[in-house]
C-alpha cells in the first residue's frame, strides 16, 4: 500500500497503544489449542515485523508478508538488529506466494480489513487454504461494520503528544460499508 510508504518511519511511534506482547500469548495460546506449538508460521500483513518478532521469540519459525516495502525494511533493521531469522517477503496479501505449507497463518491489527472487495477476501481465503499444512489453522481479526458505523465514522480522532501529534478523519459510507480516514501527522 502507497500510503503506508511515508508512514512507515513513524508507525511504531504511533502504533505503541497496541499491546504485542498481549497478542503474541493470545496467539501462541491459540495456536496451542490447536497443536501448533512449533513450526512454520505465516503472518500476513506484517508491518514493521513487531507480532512476528514476538511469535518467533515464542519458537516458531516466522515468515512476515507485507505489500509495503517500506515497513518491511523496518522490519528486517529489527530483524537485523535482534539476531532473528525470520524470512520476509514483499507481497500482497490477495497474490502471495510461499514455496511450500505452513503450521498456521495469522494476520492481526485489522489487516484483513484492507480487502473491501469481496472477490479480494475470497481470494486470499482460498490462498490461506492452498498454503497451510492439514489440520492447520488460520487466525485473524477484523474491525466490525458497527465498530465503523457507530463509534469511529465520520468522527475526528486527535492526540497531542510531546514529540508527534495527530489529527485522524474517518469517514464512514452507508452503502459500500467502507471507512476511509485521512491521517494528518505532525512531528
Not at 486527535?158 to 485522524?168: G, M, N
Amino acid at each position: 500500500m502507497s500510503a503506508y510508504e511515508s508512514f512507515a518511519r513513524v508507525y511504531d511511534m504511533f502504533m505503541d497503544n497496541i499491546p504485542y506482547k498481549e497478542w503474541c500469548n493470545y496467539l501462541t495460546g491459540l495456536l496451542k489449542e490447536y497443536e501448533v506449538d512449533d513450526g512454520l508460521v505465516l503472518e500476513l500483513g506484517c508491518g514493521t515485523g513487531n507480532a512476528t518478532r514476538l511469535l518467533s521469540d515464542a519458537g516458531y519459525d516466522m515468515i512476515g508478508v507485507d505489500n509495503a516495502p517500506d515497513m518491511l525494511e523496518i522490519a528486517l533493521e529489527k530483524k537485523e538488529e535482534e539476531g532473528q531469522d525470520i524470512l520476509y517477503l514483499c507481497q500482497d496479501m490477495r497474490e502471495f506466494e510461499l514455496y511450500g505449507t505452513v503450521r498456521a497463518i495469522v494476520s492481526i491489527c485489522d489487516s484483513m480489513n484492507y480487502l473491501t472487495d469481496y472477490e479480494d477476501l475470497v481470494q486470499t481465503l482460498k490462498l490461506v487454504n492452498n498454503y497451510l499444512d492439514p489440520q492447520g489453522v488460520f487466525i485473524f481479526d477484523m474491525n466490525t461494520v458497527h465498530k465503523y458505523r457507530d463509534l469511529i465514522g465520520d468522527r475526528t480522532i486527535a492526540e497531542a503528544r510531546a514529540e508527534c501529534s495527530f489529527i485522524w478523519d474517518n469517514d464512514y459510507d452507508p452503502e459500500t460499508k467502507i471507512n476511509e480516514y485521512d491521517l494528518t501527522l505532525f512531528i
